[in-house]
């Protein structure tokens, strides 16, 4: 992976989660919709105590939005840049976002059926 993917992803992403020996760290870009951010987080974060010295270290972004960005056509062939790696809810046969489970249907307080 290079600084140019990285920098790329960062500027699609809603924020960075790292894992460092067991330890979660956040740096937040942009407020993502409602709560969505905060429950991506709630599904990672508190599975690292369960798995201590099992897990390696990671540097992972996030986009919490459903639309896709990361389309293979932007990045084939040998002029083009190689994708960056952005994680996000959605995905299909034209893009590279690395598909993530959406556990906000499940935790968003704003969620419809909470009201």
């Not at 894992?19 to 974060?45: F, M, P």
């Not at 293979?72 to 489970?101: E, H, M, N």
């Amino acid at each position: 992976m290079t600084m140019s993917m990285l920098e790329e992803a960062q500027n699609k992403a809603h924020f960075r989660l790292v894992v460092v020996e067991g330890k979660a760290y956040v740096e937040t870009y942009e407020k993502a919709y409602q709560s969505r951010g905060n429950v991506t987080l709630w599904g990672i974060v508190p599975l690292l105590p369960n798995y201590p010295g099992k897990l390696p270290d990671l540097d992972l972004m996030f986009s919490c939005n459903d639309r896709l960005e990361i389309y293979q056509k932007d990045y084939s062939g040998p002029d083009k840049p190689p994708p960056p790696p952005l994680f996000r809810y959605s995905g299909d046969d034209a893009t590279w976002d690395i598909v993530f489970p959406d556990w906000s249907f499940w935790g968003l307080k704003e969620d419809i059926f909470n009201k």
